[in-house]
């Protein structure tokens, strides 16, 4: 396979400095997690009994954050500003929902930072819009949501059944079931569905694994995490029946690409 590497030079020397938590960018300058406006909201705690009622304005707040990050994208920008993250985790955890963070959801795993969502999800919109999307690594189902927001089909994978059945039900309860969610191995793709426009991995291998790169479409973009101590988020596009050019971006922590089921 011909692989173009065209690095943009994006996060670079920053090794050595690491993040507290997984599905988070690893950042030299540290962004507060709390913006006043968040904190002032923050006195009312979001439980299931105020749901959406009280969280438009920490979420509008988050949304403005990931604008003063660099995300541009208004699709993207809308979608997140929609889908109601503290829906997504533990009611403990609500009132740090529109924290700059990644939260813990069991079972060893994390909601993807919203940085990092919207970083994944702009990155593969280009010119032309992808329609049929793959994620491997549901999690929650938060970032499936947002994507559901902004592309036609989406396809979701996760490998841990009890995540999966979560995901499911979070996706039901906010009439969200457009997401098609599949209780499988992410690394073999999804074959049955492919090619697709853009693939999102919430999760990071050492390499990407190849099945994902021959499930892309010609044109189609893949955004993963790469890499085992040091982590870099790498966009990879198919541009032609056997060639993908390769572009690395920032440097970030994920929790770790598995193979085969958990039951
Ligand atoms: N998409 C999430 C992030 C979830 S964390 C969000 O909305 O924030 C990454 C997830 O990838 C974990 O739930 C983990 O179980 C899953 N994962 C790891 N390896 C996988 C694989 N081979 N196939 C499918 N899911 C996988």
């Known amino acids: 396979m011909a692989v ?27 962004i507060p997690s ?32 990931l604008q003063a990050q660099g995300i541009s994208n208004d699709l993207v920008l809308a979608a997140m500003q929609t889908i109601p993250r503290h829906a997504f985790v533990d009611e403990a955890l609500a009132s740090r929902a529109y924290d700059d963070a990644s ?39 938060y970032q499936a949501a947002v994507m559901a927001q902004v592309f036609q089909q989406v396809h979701s994978i996760e490998r841990i059944r009890a995540l999966y059945d979560m995901a499911k039900e979070r996706l039901r309860a906010l009439r969200l079931t457009k997401v098609r969610l599949v209780h499988g191995d992410g690394m073999l793709g999804l074959p049955s569905v492919a090619p697709f426009d853009a693939i999102v991995v919430a999760a990071a291998g050492i390499r990407i694994p190849q099945a994902l790169f021959m499930q892309l479409s010609v044109g189609g973009v893949l955004i993963a995490p790469e890499g085992s101590g040091a982590q870099r988020l790498v966009r990879v596009t198919r541009t032609g029946a056997s060639s993908w050019n390769r572009q690395e971006l920032e440097e970030v922590r994920f929790v770790p690409l598995k193979s085969g089921l958990q039951v």
């Open 103 to 141: 939260l813990p959801i069991g079972h060893g795993q994390t909601i993807s930072q919203p940085w990092v969502v919207a970083r994944m999800i702009a990155s593969v919109c280009g010119a032309t819009m992808p329609t049929r999307v793959l994620e491997v690594g549901t999690g929650c189902g």
């Open 4 to 30: 173009k590497d065209t690095r943009t030079g994006a996060g670079r020397g920053l090794q050595g400095i690491t993040a507290s938590n997984s599905n988070t960018r690893i950042s030299a300058t540290r």
């Open 34 to 65: 709390r913006s006043a406006s968040q904190t002032a909201t923050a006195t009312a705690p979001l439980t299931s009994d105020n749901l959406g009622l009280n969280s438009e304005r920490p979420r509008a707040a988050m949304v403005q954050r």
